[in-house]
């Protein structure tokens, strides 16, 4: 190369970095990247129709887990009745904590199994099993009992991450916009399988304060007004159906237990579609009256449900 053509060529490259210099100059915005804002949602309502001749509430005991879950559904009406073929079902049993069912601080994985069996025979075309744990995800799942019981059912854990919450509206006192499990706006049907339980702060944690396992975020903050946290969460996720977990009982030093001194065997299970019913019958486990509970009345006065169980069509049965 000569060297007046390398100095040609030097110029003609020097030129066209100024140009593109110029252009980025010409481009250059103080205002920050819009990210595309992201959409809030609100919950389905995935509640079925109402019968007038069913039972509302049914209780069964025994010493069989599968045999008694599968009772209380055909006691209702069966599963089909809940569930449609195709459909995608979520279970939101309570699997908030690292410890063995023995401890009873998470829903029996027998009462899970069941009720994915259930659902995978009255045609369900998925079946999801999750919830939003305080331990570690995978322990609290794997030590549960939970993962392996669902997955011999034919059901499908899903654990969210952190990019699996959806901006939520709702609609509550004190619950406003906040990042709910995509789970449970994805999904037909949910059935809510909360386990009895002592909770040092509230006194129980039963069927309405179990869905404080679909929230992401800081949710400790809403134990400054906790009974209206829980009545807001019941208010914005209307179940397709409840089974209560009465199998095995926290007493004492809940939630997360981790004594077997604060257990007591039940062998029970409560199904029906008021949760505030359901709740109200779980306190005598607990040895608790209803006017220790404030969210009972305050889930009444929402139109929720009814603290006076004895209102509803209740049937008892015992199997096994």
């Not at 069913?54 to 599968?66: D, F, I, Q, S």
């Not at 999801?128 to 997955?151: H, K, M, T, Y």
């Not at 779980?282 to 009345?297: C, G, H, I, K, M």
Request: charged share 25%; hydrophobic share 45%.
């Amino acid at each position: 190369m000569t060297r007046r053509r390398f100095i040609r060529d030097l110029g003609l490259t020097a030129g066209a970095a100024a140009g593109f210099t110029a252009l980025g100059l010409l481009s250059f915005s103080r205002e920050p990247v819009r990210r595309r804002e992201e959409p809030v949602r609100q919950l389905k309502d995935f509640r079925g129709e109402p019968s007038t001749v069913r039972p509302e509430l049914v209780v069964v005991r025994g010493t069989v887990v599968e045999a008694m879950v599968r009772q209380a559904v055909d006691r209702l009406g069966g599963m089909g009745r809940f569930v449609h073929k195709g459909e995608r079902v979520l279970l939101k049993p309570n699997v908030g904590w690292d410890r063995q069912p023995e401890q009873a601080a998470n829903t029996n994985p027998e009462v899970v199994a069941a009720v994915a069996r259930l659902c995978r025979e009255a045609g369900a075309g998925a079946v999801w099993v999750s919830d939003v744990s305080l331990n570690d995800p995978a322990r609290c799942f794997a030590r549960s009992g939970i993962q392996a019981a669902a997955q011999d059912a034919g059901a499908e854990v899903l654990l969210p991450g952190d990019d699996d919450f959806w901006k939520t509206d709702m609609q509550g006192e004190l619950l406003k916009v906040w990042p709910v499990s995509r789970f449970f706006h994805q999904a037909d049907r949910v059935v809510n399988l909360p386990v009895v339980k002592h909770h040092s702060l509230c006194g129980c944690t039963l069927a309405m304060k179990n869905w404080y396992g679909v929230l992401g975020g800081r949710r400790n903050q809403l134990h400054q007004r906790i009974h209206t946290s829980i009545v807001d969460l019941a208010a914005a996720l209307r179940p397709t159906l409840t089974i209560m977990d009465a199998t095995r009982v926290l007493k004492h030093n809940g939630p997360t237990g981790g004594s077997l001194d604060d257990v007591s065997v039940e062998n029970t299970v409560i199904a029906g579609l008021d949760e505030v019913a359901i709740d109200a019958y779980s306190l005598q486990f607990l040895d608790l009256a209803p006017d220790a509970v404030p969210f009972l009345a305050l889930g009444e006065q929402r139109g929720l449900g009814h603290a006076d169980w004895r209102r509803l069509r209740l049937v008892e049965a015992q199997v096994g």
